[in-house]
């Protein structure tokens, strides 16, 4: 399929989520022009004022429920191309259905709506997540494009409501991946456009979603915050500080993934899985702690946990990581380090007063 070339416009779905905004912002920047989807007006009113140096080149319309049939067929007439960022993510759901139909039926209601009435879409981006590659494994293992989570499928069948959150939220992210793919398999050979699959794993990062308090950031944000920036790291033991964590991707780099994907050939038709490496808390923890001067935090302070005890440890493991080589060849994409990110985001704290 050709690639996305300016002068064009973009829908954003989920325009006013933390990964969105930033794909917004990237795409402005680099002069396209965009059109976001949010599920009220008062969710507009953010993205309007963050934007408004933007003049006509950015748009944002109502769209107060992404799983009613035809949600987006006003949406996605006279785009170019579509960012499908809008899904569910929270661990709070009792009945899996709560994450699993927003997310199945958003995403293809999306896809039939540019199959009706998206003459000139070229590209379809969709947000993933690693939650629909990886599993839970008791010994190192590196993931690819070519693994599925089942794991979390056949959980849900033998638990239901019963299931963990975690295992229903990963179910919702690889049921509506794998009904992605098979709409387009079905009907590709008859539309203009192709699909391309992101799968970031947990996204940290500076936020400019609208979020007053910390209770207001993403959920991946909130146990950044809550774990890195707070002197007792609400709670955690050293243990648990030096032995959580998996893989990572700055929400700036996320957002030139989306952009990246609409400009290369190679990327249709692909799945890719973006990932900037391994991280355990105490890795952020001892970056912070380096940050001269400190951070003036409201929480009063940084943690401290076991320093060393992180990802360069000898004892040290990493039961999962990616194999990001696609994500190498196709995006090349270069990432923030460790680093970067905790400063940025602490930095970004700081200016908001938290």
Same mark, same amino acid.
């Given at each position: 399929?050709?690639?996305?070339?300016?002068?064009?416009?973009?829908?954003?779905?989920?325009?006013?989520?933390?990964?969105?905004?930033?794909?917004?912002?990237?795409?402005?920047?680099?002069?396209?022009?965009?059109?976001?989807?949010?599920?009220?007006?008062?969710?507009?009113?953010?993205?309007?004022?963050?934007?408004?140096?933007?003049?006509?080149?950015?748009?944002?319309?109502?769209?107060?429920?992404?799983?009613?049939?035809?949600?987006?067929?006003?949406?996605?007439?006279?785009?170019?191309?579509?960012?499908?960022?809008?899904?569910?993510?929270?661990?709070?759901?009792?009945?899996?259905?709560?994450?699993?139909?927003?997310?199945?039926?958003?995403?293809?209601?999306?896809?039939?709506?540019?199959?009706?009435?998206?003459?000139?879409?070229?590209?379809?981006?969709?947000?993933?997540?690693?939650?629909?590659?990886?599993?839970?494994?008791?010994?190192?293992?590196?993931?690819?494009?070519?693994?599925?989570?089942?794991?979390?499928?056949?959980?849900?069948?033998?638990?239901?409501?019963?299931?963990?959150?975690?295992?229903?939220?990963?179910?919702?992210?690889?049921?509506?991946?794998?009904?992605?793919?098979?709409?387009?398999?079905?009907?590709?050979?008859?539309?203009?456009?192709?699909?391309?699959? @992101?799968?970031?794993?947990?996204? =940290?990062?500076?936020?400019? &979603?609208?979020?007053?308090? *910390?209770?207001? /950031?993403? $959920?991946?944000?909130?146990?950044?915050?809550?774990?890195?920036?707070?002197?007792?790291?609400?709670?955690?033991?050293?243990?648990?500080?030096?032995?959580?964590?998996?893989?990572?991707?700055?929400?700036?780099?996320?957002?030139?993934?989306?952009?990246?994907?609409?400009?290369?050939?190679?990327?249709?038709?692909?799945?890719?899985?973006?990932?900037?490496? @391994?991280?355990?808390?105490?890795? =952020?923890?001892?970056?912070? &702690?380096?940050?001269?001067? *400190?951070?003036? /935090?409201? $929480?009063?302070?940084?943690?401290?946990?076991?320093?060393?005890?992180?990802?360069?440890?000898?004892?040290?493991?990493?039961?999962?990581?990616?194999?990001?080589?696609?994500?190498?060849?196709?995006?090349?994409?270069?990432?923030?380090?460790?680093?970067?990110?905790?400063?940025?985001?602490?930095?970004?704290?700081?200016?908001?007063?938290?």
């Amino acid at each position: 399929m050709p690639t996305v070339q300016l002068p064009c416009k973009v829908l954003v779905s989920g325009a006013n989520g933390y990964i969105a905004v930033w794909v917004v912002r990237t795409l402005l920047e680099k002069g396209y022009s965009v059109r976001g989807t949010v599920r009220s007006e008062e969710k507009a009113v953010h993205l309007r004022q963050l934007f408004s140096s933007y003049g006509d080149k950015h748009e944002v319309v109502v769209v107060e429920d992404i799983t009613k049939e035809g949600a987006f067929d006003e949406a996605v007439k006279g785009v170019d191309a579509i960012e499908h960022t809008a899904s569910p993510f929270h661990m709070n759901a009792d009945d899996p259905d709560e994450l699993i139909i927003p997310a199945v039926n958003g995403t293809v209601g999306m896809l039939k709506s540019a199959l009706k009435y998206g003459q000139s879409v070229k590209r379809i981006v969709i947000t993933s997540s690693g939650a629909a590659v990886l599993r839970d494994t008791t010994t190192p293992f590196t993931f690819s494009e070519l693994n599925w989570n089942e794991q979390c499928l056949e959980i849900l069948r033998e638990k239901g409501r019963e299931a963990p959150n975690m295992m229903k939220y990963r179910a919702s992210k690889t049921l509506a991946e794998k009904a992605a793919w098979e709409f387009w398999n079905k009907h590709k050979a008859s539309v203009g456009w192709d699909l391309t699959v @992101l799968n970031p794993p947990y996204v =940290f990062g500076p936020a400019i &979603n609208e979020a007053t308090t *910390p209770s207001g /950031l993403s $959920t991946s944000s909130k146990l950044f915050y809550n774990y890195v920036a707070h002197p007792n790291s609400s709670g955690a033991t050293n243990e648990f500080l030096a032995s959580f964590g998996t893989t990572w991707i700055d929400v700036r780099d996320l957002a030139e993934a989306h952009v990246i994907s609409l400009e290369k050939e190679a990327a249709g038709g692909e799945r890719i899985i973006v990932s900037a490496g @391994l991280w355990k808390w105490q890795d =952020f923890i001892d970056v912070a &702690n380096t940050i001269s001067p *400190p951070p003036k /935090l409201a $929480t009063g302070g940084l943690p401290k946990g076991n320093p060393g005890a992180g990802t360069g440890h000898p004892s040290t493991v990493h039961f999962l990581q990616y194999d990001t080589t696609k994500a190498a060849r196709i995006l090349g994409l270069k990432y923030r380090t460790l680093a970067e990110m905790t400063k940025d985001t602490l930095a970004d704290y700081e200016a908001k007063g938290w």
